[in-house]
């Protein structure tokens, strides 16, 4: 088995297979953020139009030309950008929006289209939507990769055009396509599109090398091309001293198997292509991957809730419909609604006036992005309440250093004795927060149904006036005072259990915290009834609670 290649090498490799068959690999994912080492890459990339994550479907897949349609007087169309088949480059594709994603991977899966898309993300919620990067065929990770180990990348264009005549002759082993779906399979990869991906790779760079047939090393350095990143490599398979058992021979041997026992001769073993795989990546990189999957696919963001209207934030695309109610008409897209249809619609051949219809008028829409609220109920009561309420502080004060950037407001809820006590509203004051934080009492029964009933009443308020409250649930679950103040362990968890019910109902997501020195089954019980997640923290100081607050939130 040759040596696995270094990540330049596989730059080198993925450009030379991108130049060769663009349309077969469909395009490269290439994750880097701006650099000179990035720079050396995309120098090599072939001719391409730049798009962005704001361009609308006029300027990618062409429409009506309204200042031409409107001069002419008949209607004059506009190609978009992506009318041909050349390549394409989208920039800050971690910015991508579903829609775009979605509208991108349709045009892939046409005849000849290569996406090569500059993912620029710096953290690992960051990243490509998953139905563009099911698409494209070929994946370069420059992150951890230092200017002193690269060097100028060129591709001769005799050498493309020779490799590009002789890949209609290059040929693959028979057993090609069943190896690379068979690890694709051992992955966890669920797309068909991968090895079929990998043998187009496979086919292109065996005709890069001039070979008449893609070479086991060939096949191996596709798949690293192409699959290393898609999915989880299985464990290695401990070492066994004890020899694997003899074959059982055949009851009567024939021509068939001895073929089948040939074939499997000439087949690549899988565990080498896994092995391939398994050197080739940087030991994190999976990780970051996954949790980049992981954080698009959850149920909350680090965001509030996405609201469309027509009144404030982000333009999105108009819609047909009637005025009236607050709602504004797009003027631009009416006319270019209506354009289309002026010569049906004058009955002079020399009229010029422009005669607009109910069907042709588009509404504009915006989207926007609600406030955020963290709204934190801490249990402080007991003899070890200052040490919770010291890191319930440490936490708010670590949030809301953040919390001007993504618009969260931070809440404060203290339950001890026999109620709850509000101790900081909603807000975003750094300095307001520190000092309503500077003395908090402690000791006292554990009123955790009080804890709840606050905490649910204020996520409703909030709620009421367009924000997107979360709950965070600080306790070491031994709660003891009913709602009506009395000292009864059952009344008090029939009461937290009945609000918890109702807090789930209203659909706000929470988090429960067990600050417990082992972890208590009521708070599990509590979280499942909550629906949310559960996190032990037995020694949680500040910077723990506050990362796993933002792990957990989404933040």
Not at 384 to 398: D, F, H, I, T
Not at 519 to 524: E, W
Request: with cysteine; proline share 8%.
């Amino acid at each position: 088995m040759s040596d696995p290649l270094t990540p330049w090498q596989r730059a080198e490799l993925a450009l030379a297979v991108l130049a060769v068959d663009p349309a077969g690999v469909k395009g490269l994912w290439l994750r880097a953020r701006s650099s000179a080492v990035r720079d050396r890459v995309t120098q090599a990339l072939p001719l391409a139009r730049r798009i962005h994550p704001g361009l609308d479907d006029t300027a990618l897949f062409g429409g009506v030309d309204l200042a031409a349609t409107l001069a002419a007087g008949s209607l004059v169309a506009t190609a978009g950008l992506l009318a041909s088949t050349d390549p394409v480059i989208l920039t800050m594709a971690e910015r991508c929006p579903l829609g775009l994603s979605a509208r991108l991977s349709r045009w892939l899966d046409e005849t000849g289209p290569c996406l090569i898309t500059l993912d620029e993300g710096a953290e690992p919620e960051e990243s490509l939507p998953t139905g563009l990067s099911d698409r494209l065929g070929l994946f370069l990770d420059l992150t951890e990769v230092g200017y002193s180990d690269t060097q100028d990348i060129t591709l001769s264009p005799d050498a493309i055009a020779a490799a590009r005549a002789r890949r209609a002759t290059t040929t693959l082993p028979k057993t090609a396509l069943e190896s690379l779906t068979t690890v694709a399979a051992a992955m966890g990869i669920a797309s068909l599109r991968a090895p079929m991906l990998a043998l187009a790779a496979a086919r292109a760079l065996a005709a890069w090398r001039g070979e008449d047939q893609a070479s086991d090393t060939t096949l191996r350095h596709a798949a690293e091309l192409t699959l290393a990143h898609r999915g989880d490599l299985p464990p290695q398979a401990e070492d066994s001293d004890a020899p694997p058992p003899p074959p059982e021979p055949p009851d009567s041997p024939d021509q068939g198997d001895q073929d089948q026992e040939q074939t499997q001769q000439d087949r690549l073993p899988d565990d080498i292509l896994l092995e391939a795989i398994r050197a080739a990546l940087p030991a994190d990189l999976l990780a970051r991957l996954a949790a980049g999957k992981a954080a698009r696919s959850a149920k909350g963001s680090g965001s509030g809730a996405v609201r469309k209207g027509n009144h404030r934030g982000r333009p999105l695309p108009s819609r047909p419909g009637t005025p009236g109610s607050g709602k504004r008409i797009d003027l631009v897209a009416t006319l270019r609604a209506a354009a289309p249809w002026q010569p049906l619609r004058r009955r002079a051949p020399d009229a010029t006036r422009l005669e607009i219809r109910q069907s042709d008028l588009r509404l504009k829409r915006y989207q926007e992005t609600s406030d955020r609220v963290l709204i934190f109920a801490v249990d402080a009561s007991g003899s070890s309440a200052l040490a919770r309420l010291g890191e319930a502080k440490g936490a708010v004060e670590l949030l809301l250093a953040q919390a001007y950037a993504r618009r969260d407001h931070v809440a404060l809820i203290a339950f001890r004795g026999t109620a709850a006590e509000l101790m900081l509203p909603p807000t975003r004051s750094l300095v307001q927060t520190k000092r309503r934080l500077a003395s908090l009492p402690g000791g006292g029964g554990t009123p955790l149904a009080a804890g709840l009933q606050m905490a649910f009443e204020l996520a409703g308020q909030t709620k009421a006036r367009g924000m997107t409250p979360t709950v965070a649930l600080l306790t070491d679950g031994r709660g003891n005072i009913a709602l009506d103040g009395t000292a009864n362990r059952e009344a008090a968890e029939a009461d937290s259990l009945k609000l918890a019910r109702a807090l789930r109902a209203t659909g706000i997501p929470a988090l429960v915290i067990d600050i417990a020195n082992r972890p208590q089954p009521a708070l599990r019980r509590l979280a499942e009834v909550l629906d949310a997640p559960y996190l032990p923290l037995p020694r949680a100081d500040a910077q723990r609670l506050s990362a796993a607050l933002q792990g957990a939130l989404g933040s």
